[in-house]
Nanobody
Framework: QVQLVESGGGLVQPGGSLRLSCAAS????????MAWYRQAPGKQRDLVAL???????DYADSVQGRFTISRDNAKKTVYLQMNNLKPEDTNVYYC?????????WGQGTQVTVSS
């Protein structure tokens, strides 16, 4: 059984920063991929950033240069540092773990960027 618990969402003004965290528990393999997705109401869930177990990263064009994904394997935690936030970054952000061809999802955390 795998569980993912996100934290760190909230309300921030445009230009501000937030750091999301996702703690994984259960049967976590050494080889996996962790990622952050986001989804607005009525829209599809889109990839924001991913990081492999050997720390190769990839980002959506819309967040490149503003967001940084990182992971702490000892703590089984993935982070998303979000800087220079824009109103269009407002979404529910979901943590994702992919291992053994199975996707696991967190419950989501709301990020709202507004003045």
């Amino acid at each position: 059984q795998v569980q993912l618990v996100e934290s760190g969402g909230g309300l921030v003004q445009p230009g501000g920063s937030l750091r999301l965290s996702c703690a994984a528990s259960g049967s976590i393999l050494s080889i996996n991929q962790m990622a952050w997705y986001r989804q607005a109401p009525g829209k599809q869930r889109d990839l924001v950033a991913l990081i492999t177990s050997d720390e190769v990263t990839d980002y959506a064009d819309s967040v490149q240069g503003r967001f940084t994904i990182s992971r702490d394997n000892a703590k089984k935690t993935v982070y998303l540092q979000m800087n220079n936030l824009k109103p269009e970054d407002t979404n529910v952000y979901y943590c994702n773990l992919w291992q053994r061809e199975t996707n696991y999802w967190g419950q989501g955390t709301q990020v709202t960027v507004s003045s």
